[in-house]
């Protein structure tokens, strides 16, 4: 059984570029949760995917926005980059309300 | 407001030493807990979950946790220490009446010594 997989791993950008990061979900898995860790800090929600609907979203802005597709894999993307989203991207992967498995994360840097 | 509070920001103990991870939650209605383990530069794992079971949770790595409904907490605790405990722990919780998004605490960062 394939875990939760992210790409890319690392990544640096400049203050108003735009950003792509993908998740593939755990096999079985229909649910994709996104969230932003910056440093030293706890996961933040920023929106889950539900059978490719968004199901929720948390406190960020229009410019984050997100994708899930029929496979269930996702996409997280970021317009206007600024300073403060530097942080590490997770992403996890459940079937309905069960628990959340996480990937590896992304690390992205803005300069 | 719901929300999750971790005391203590780094915990240091000895090896073979107690661990106690401290998680205290905001809720009239009992959620769903879990905490997960980070290492450095590694996603999350889930450690253990408590879902209205029983109150004492076992989990992964020695690990095992509390629910305690009258003090909102969910301790996380370990007999004896291993310098591989070594990381970041955190505690989430989902709270009822919503979709699954996990409400994570700040992160209790623990170190071990010889």
């Known amino acids: 059984e394939t875990g939760v997989t992210q790409s890319p791993t690392h990544l640096i950008k400049t203050r108003g570029q735009q950003v792509t990061l993908r998740c593939s979900s755990q096999s079985g898995h229909n649910t994709v949760s996104w969230y932003q860790q910056a440093l030293g800090q706890g996961p933040q929600f920023i929106f889950q995917?539900?059978?490719?609907?968004?199901?929720g979203r948390g406190n960020f802005p229009p410019r984050f926005s997100g994708l899930q597709f029929p496979n269930y894999s996702s996409e997280l993307n970021v317009n206007a980059l600024e300073l403060d989203d530097s942080a590490l991207y997770l992403c996890?992967?459940?079937?309905?309300?069960?628990?959340?498995?996480f990937g590896p994360g992304t690390r992205l840097l803005v300069l | 407001a719901q929300s999750v509070t971790q005391l203590g920001s780094h915990v240091s103990v000895s090896e073979g030493a107690l661990v106690l991870l401290r998680c205290n939650y905001s809720s009239s209605v009992p959620p769903y807990l879990f905490w997960y383990v980070q290492y450095p530069n590694q996603g999350l794992q889930l450690l253990l979950k408590?879902?209205?079971?029983?109150?004492l949770v076992k989990g992964i790595n020695g690990f095992e946790a509390e629910f305690k409904k009258s003090e909102t907490s969910f301790h996380l605790t370990k007999p004896s220490a291993h310098m591989s405990d070594a990381a970041e722990y955190f505690c989430a919780v989902v709270f009822s009446g919503g979709y699954n998004k996990l409400i994570f605490g700040a992160g209790t960062r623990l170190a071990v010594h010889p």
């Open positions: 995917y539900y059978r490719e609907e968004e199901n």
């Open positions: 996890a992967s459940n079937k309905n309300q069960e628990t959340q498995y």
């Open positions: 408590y879902t209205s079971a029983a109150t």
